[in-house]
């Protein structure tokens, strides 16, 4: 069954105004009686009544009854780079000179029409079918905009522009990069599944509380239990299957492209990480820190990668609109947690993120993300001392992340990620097999 034509909202108010040719009329019919008169010229008030009566004839045609619309895209899911087709359909009452225009439009890039999506169908009356193709940019969930539509009847003067109707919310996944290995979490196990380990130790899963014993953890104790009980008593967990991994992606961004790409760089990243360690089992979190965050808690399986997803898609959302802010709240990583932060290390406050998980005992590691091609050229002796002042602050932050305990690998522009995966891979094992010899 075919969708309704949606109508303006009551509350949406209609905007009229005059057409340019209006004041032109109007001055020259009566500039040209006024002048008549003053000189006592009779053929020249004969020169400028045709403009007043053309004037008079447009402002007394009656407007065209409101538009009613409908905005269809053929799909809401794509990923970056892929075109979305749909169409426009448009009605109205009576004969009119119809104009219609897309706005507001984030994230995507008009194909057809081009460069705006805007129409002038030749038919006065209704309706009318106008296609529409745009080009996916940046990933993020956007709104395809506000379809406006200015009308006037024949010979008027008077245009009227109403927001007719609002275009559909598309989910624009980050393009794929696939991962040749993965990083090794520090306590991988060979068997997953849906149900619980029988057997008790250490985990996230709850399984009993008991009375505490000497050798017993302090970060098990339940306050809770021991303040009621009068006496310590600890949590017991359930011994996980798989490795725990937990993504932390920088979102210090600006305003402007080029930091919106970094950011779309580095969810691509982040996004490539999770998808391949879900696919071996692992249970995978995502921590996004910066003006926009998110908090998925470490999980496996399908609903693990679609939760995933759409927190990315929502930060990709924030970036392509500034006055979008979303507050994270104060987490807690798993123990047993890898913990891979993904940044372009602009922000000092990200670094400090990642030092903070490290001297929690966790092992951390970072893929820095190069947007040095980001910058813009040369141009002077000033630019290249700002772009070599840049490259040392960047150096600065990735030594000072090596010497608090957080192994970093340089991913350059290209997005060679299977390399840098594969190299960080080898540092951080190394870094785990160290600590463990010098626990034993």
Known sequence: ?????????????VRRRPDPRLPAYLLAGFGTLVLAVAIGNSGLAALGAPFVVLATWGLVRREPGRPRARIRIDATQVVEGDEITGEVTLDWDGVAEVDAVLTAW??????????????????????????????????????LGHLWVRMRAPSGLIEQEVKVAVAPTVKVLPSPLKLDRLLTPREPRAVAGRHLSRSRGPGTDFADLRPYQPGD???DISWATSARLGEPWVTVHHPERTGTVVVLLDTFFGDDHETAEALARAARAAWALASAHLSAQDRVGLLARGRTAAWVPPRGGRRARWMIVEQLLAVGGAAEDPWRRRRGRRVVVPADALVVGVTALRSRAFAHELLHHRRNGHATAALVIDTSDLLPPDEDATSAVARRLWHARREVERVRLEKGGVATVLVPPGGAMAGAVTALRRRVGAGIGRAVGAMR
């Not at 069954?1 to 108010?13: F, I, K, V």
Request: a positive charge.
């Open 217 to 219: 953890r302090l970060r």
């Open 1 to 13: 069954m075919t969708e309704p034509l949606l109508e303006p909202p009551a509350e949406e108010r």
């Open 106 to 143: 984030r994230g995507v890039v008009p194909i057809d029409p081009h460069p705006v999506p805007g129409w002038s169908p030749a038919a006065r009356r209704g309706p009318v079918r106008l296609p529409l193709r745009l080009s996916a940019e940046s990933w993020g969930h956007h709104e």
